[in-house]
């Protein structure tokens, strides 16, 4: 998130609908706290990235992707491989209906018993049509849970415009309030330290100097810059590497796209794994994947098939830790976070950050500043995200 002003301040505001907020802002509070107390929600809208569910869905979903882009034809046709190497499948819309199905349950026991909506950036069930949905089945206000965790432009500002202009193309939408990002919730903590001492029990009996390399969406570093990415990744690697009492570790960075001379964040994770074998850094990896909720593309493309046949002729033995997925301190989270903003629940968060706004300032996380166009001939990942 962009810089807050230099000022404390404390506002109250009541309104019909019997909601009353409080907001504290302070100098260099990066993430403001912001309670809504008794706000009336009538359903939720999951928001996701959205990937194609056939071969012959590929080549529309990544020009939706890309559009706008400079972007070589040949490249995209090269990123293409990568999902009919699965077939043309990707699972991320496979794992957002059951993430659905999780949150439903755990709602339908649980509380508060609302509908669950699907929207995506990229690919059916698109967003506009979500809010069609929504508005014929007479929703009002919902609130939005956004597959992403941290605060950035392209996982969460970006989102928010995605929205914004899917009410713009449906008249009378329904009013959208997105979660706030979530990355030291504690289930969300929780559920990723699990998952890597999962992935820990894998690792060699005889292997010496294991190293975790927590591994991260790549984002340019014209947009690192203006958001608290980093500091946050940095902060989930403490948490968990404290929990689990780790020793070694290192954060490294994957798919990485974008015209060669633009910066980006690094290391790129192939890059640091033959480092790891040239400097002898570690005698085994395990790789943790924190800035993505589920196993998707970019995971099963860049992790479980690049950096495992790299690792396989670098004699490296390595273990992958699964995202969260749909582990049910993950789902309770949501259902937490849910209650912030429905009935006014203690905002959680672990760590020395605090909660993030629910309401974002408005120079927060802002687009990085456009580049001269020019072809771009670096490396293009897969993009479920």
């Known amino acids: 998130m962009g810089k807050l002003p230099a000022l404390k301040a404390l506002s109250l ?17 990066v993430c403001t706290r912001f309670w809504s107390i008794g706000m009336n929600y009538d359903a939720i809208l999951v928001v996701s990235f959205g990937g194609p569910e056939s071969r012959q869905d590929v080549l529309p979903f990544l020009e939706n992707v890309l559009r706008g882009r400079s972007v070589p034809r040949e490249r995209m046709l090269a990123v293409a491989e990568h999902y009919y190497h699965f077939g043309g499948k990707s699972p991320i819309n496979q794992q957002t209906r059951e993430l659905i199905s999780a949150l439903e349950q755990e709602l339908e026991q649980h509380g508060p018993r609302l509908p669950v909506y699907w929207g995506n950036r990229n690919w059916h069930p698109l967003l506009p049509d979500a809010l069609r949905q929504m508005r014929g089945d007479g929703i009002r206000r919902a609130l939005a849970f956004v597959t992403s965790a941290y605060s950035s432009y392209s996982g969460c500002r970006q989102y928010r415009e995605d929205i914004a202009r899917a009410q713009g193309e449906v008249s009378n ?8 990002p979530f990355f030291n919730h504690p289930g969300f903590i929780d559920a990723t330290a699990e998952r890597l001492r999962e992935a820990l029990r894998q690792v060699p009996t005889n292997a010496q100097n294991v190293q975790v390399i927590y591994v991260a969406h790549s984002i340019p570093l014209s947009m690192a810059h203006n958001c ?8 989930v690697r ?26 980006w964040l690094e290391p790129d994770i192939l890059d640091y794994l033959r480092d790891v074998k040239a400097k002898g850094l570690a005698g085994a990896v395990v790789l943790a994947p924190i ?35 749909v ?11 849910i209650l912030e903003r429905t009935s006014g629940a203690h905002a959680q968060a672990l760590g020395s950050l ?32």
Do not use: W
């Open 228 to 235: 608290d990415y980093v500091r946050q990744l940095e902060e």
């Open 291 to 325: 800035s993505f909720i589920s196993d998707h593309m970019e995971v099963l493309h860049d992790l479980d098939v690049e950096a495992r046949q790299l690792c396989e002729s670098l004699s490296l033995p390595m273990a992958r830790a699964k995202t969260v997925g």
């Open 13 to 29: 505001r009541a309104s019909n609908s019997k909601s009353l907020r409080f907001r504290i802002l302070e100098a260099g509070d």
């Open 327 to 337: 582990h049910g301190k993950f789902i309770g989270m949501i259902r937490d976070l």
């Open 354 to 385: 605090g909660p993030c706004a629910d309401v974002c300032s408005e120079d927060c996380c802002p687009a990085p500043p456009p580049r001269p166009s020019q072809p771009q001939s670096a490396r293009v990942g897969c993009v479920d995200r």
């Open 238 to 263: 403490k948490l968990i590497s404290q929990r689990l009492q780790v020793s070694d570790d290192a954060l490294v960075y994957q798919s990485r796209s974008g015209a060669p001379g633009q910066p």
């Open 173 to 180: 939408a329904p009013q959208i309030d997105k979660i706030r």
